[in-house]
Structures are given as C-alpha cells and as structure tokens.
C-alpha cells in the first residue's frame, strides 16, 4: 500500500545540492510529487535553505529507511 509522506529540511544553498537529494530518493524508490524550496526561510542558516517534499512510498519501514538514508547522507529532516 502506497503512502503520502511530507517531510522538510534544511540543505545547504549550493549547485547540486537538492539534485543529490532527489537522485538519492528516486535511487531508493520513492516517487517525488512536490518540491519546494525556500531561501529566505528563518529556519535556515546563511547560505542554506529549507526544502518541503511531498513523496509517495511504500509503506512506514520505507519512510524508516529513506530517513535513516537521508540523515547519513547528511540530509537532516526537521521537526515541525
């Protein structure tokens, strides 16, 4: 059963950075639906920014997984 997942972090604001990001997720399944990024957001430091995602994944073990990817790979998900 597919789930709708949103999740936000903050990246830093450099080339190749979010493109990174999504070729992880796509490398480990997830179908990506929406992505918005926002400079000026006050949660992020200079010289970053915080992402929005909105992804389609298989089940909570997968949403386990893809965080647990993600932070190693230093993508921190923020709490909301």
Known sequence: RLSLVGSEMCI???PKT???LLNIMSDMGVNVLEVNHERG???APV?????HLLVETRD???VQQIY???R???YPIMER
């Open 12 to 14: 830093r604001d450099r």
């Open 68 to 70: 647990e990817t993600l």
């Open 60 to 62: 909570a073990l997968h």
């Open 18 to 20: 979010l493109a990174t």
């Open 72 to 74: 190693a790979q230093g």
């Open 41 to 43: 957001n006050l949660k």
């Open 47 to 51: 010289g970053s920014c915080v992402v």
